[in-house]
C-alpha cells in the first residue's frame, strides 16, 4: 500500500520522486543501506574505511583508506558512493570511494569553506555539510552533487551557528539536530532538498548535547548518545515538526560517534569514552540497542558514517 507524506509517495519503501524540483530524490534512491554500513576516518589519526555487514551482526573489515588521514568529519551517502567531507584543522576536502567495490578514496572537490565537525545529510542527488567549525562556529549548508565531481557551493544558513551536530535526512528535508554554539544546543533545524533555502527550528531534543550522531527511518530521524555524557536515544518524526522523545538507550555513554542507518536499525559505531563497538536499535519499535560487532580500531572516535 502507498503512503503520503509532505507530498511524496513511498511505495513498498521506495522512495518515488515527486513533480518538479530538480533537487528531489531519484526514484531508485533511499537513505537506508541494505547491504552495508561504513564507518571513515577518526581518531586516533587513522585514514581507515572500514565496513560492516547491515544483513548479520558481525565485526567491520578494513576495505580502503581517505586520501589522508582525517577526523572531525562527517559522511554522505549516494546510491553508488559513500563521501568524507571536512575535517580537523580546517579541511574543506571532500573524498568519494565506491560502494560497488573495496577501495580507496579519491579527491572529488572543497566544500565552500574548510570546517571540522559539521553535520551530513543527503537527498537522492545531492550530498550536504551543515555547521561545523574553524575560525568559529558555522552556520552554512553547503550542497555537493552526486552526479559529477565538482565543489560544492553555499545553499543557505542553520539557525544558529553550532558544530559537532547531528544530521539526519528523509526524502525530502535535511536535517541537524544538537550541536555547541557556547553552550550544547538542543534545537532541530530542518532544511528542504528541493530548493536552496535557509533551515527552520522544527523542534527540540530532550537534551541540550554535542558530539552527538544521527541516524535516519523512512518516517523518523534519531540521536544516539553525545555530551555531557550519554546513551540516549532520542526520535522525532519526518511527518510533522515536533520535539523529539527518549525511545532507549545505547549499551553505553558514548560521544564522538559515527551513525549508520539500515532499512531496519539505526547504528551507533565506535566513539569516546575508548571504545570499538558496534551498537543497533530496531527502527520498528522503541527499544534499547544491543552490541554486535567492533569496528577494526580500538579508541574509533571522531569519524563519519555512511551506508549502502
Not at 526514484?27 to 581518531?43: E, K, V
Not at 541537524?176 to 532544511?191: A, I, R
Amino acid at each position: 500500500m502507498a503512503m503520503q507524506i509532505s507530498g511524496v509517495t513511498i511505495q513498498g519503501g521506495m522512495n518515488i520522486q515527486p513533480a518538479g524540483g530538480s533537487s528531489s530524490p531519484s526514484p531508485s534512491y533511499s537513505f537506508q543501506g541494505s547491504n552495508y554500513g561504513y564507518t571513515s576516518g577518526g581518531q586516533p589519526g587513522t585514514n581507515v574505511i572500514d565496513k560492516f555487514s547491515l544483513v548479520s551482526d558481525g565485526n567491520a573489515t578494513d576495505v580502503g583508506d581517505l586520501t589522508s588521514t582525517r577526523w572531525a568529519v562527517t559522511g554522505q551517502s549516494s546510491s553508488d558512493s559513500g563521501y568524507t567531507s571536512g575535517g580537523q584543522s580546517a579541511d574543506n576536502t571532500i573524498d568519494k570511494f565506491p560502494f560497488s567495490s573495496d577501495a580507496n578514496a579519491t579527491d572529488v572537490g572543497d566544500l565552500t569553506i574548510g570546517r571540522q565537525q559539521p553535520a551530513g545529510q543527503s537527498s537522492g542527488l545531492s550530498g550536504y555539510s551543515s555547521g561545523g567549525t574553524a575560525s568559529g562556529e558555522s552556520t552554512v549548508i553547503d550542497k555537493f552533487p552526486f552526479s559529477s565531481d565538482a565543489n560544492a557551493t553555499d545553499v543557505g544558513d542553520l539557525t544558529q551557528a553550532r558544530y559537532s551536530a547531528a544530521g539526519q535526512s528523509s526524502v525530502v528535508s535535511g536535517y541537524t539536530s544538537g550541536g555547541y554554539f557556547n553552550l550544547p544546543v538542543d534545537t532541530v533545524d530542518k532544511f528542504p532538498f528541493s530548493t536552496n533555502a535557509n533551515a527552520t527550528d522544527v523542534g527540540d531534543l530532550t537534551q541540550a548535547v554535542y558530539f552527538v550522531s544521527g541516524q535516519s527511518s523512512d518516517v523518523s530521524g534519531y540521536r544516539s548518545g553525545g555530551y555531557p555524557a550519554t546513551n540516549t536515544i532520542d526520535k522525532f518524526t519526518f511527518a510533522s515538526d515536533g520535539n523529539a522523545t527518549d525511545v532507549g538507550d545505547l549499551t553505553m555513554e558514548r560521544r564522538m560517534a559515527a551513525g549508520q542507518s539500515s532499512t531496519a536499525s539505526g547504528y551507533t559505531s565506535g566513539g569516546y569514552p575508548a571504545t570499538n563497538t558496534i551498537d543497533k536499535f530496531p527502527f520498528a519499535s522503541d527499544a534499547n540497542a544491543t552490541d554486535v560487532g567492533d569496528l577494526t580500531i580500538s579508541n574509533h572516535r571522531n569519524a563519519a558514517g555512511q551506508q549502502y
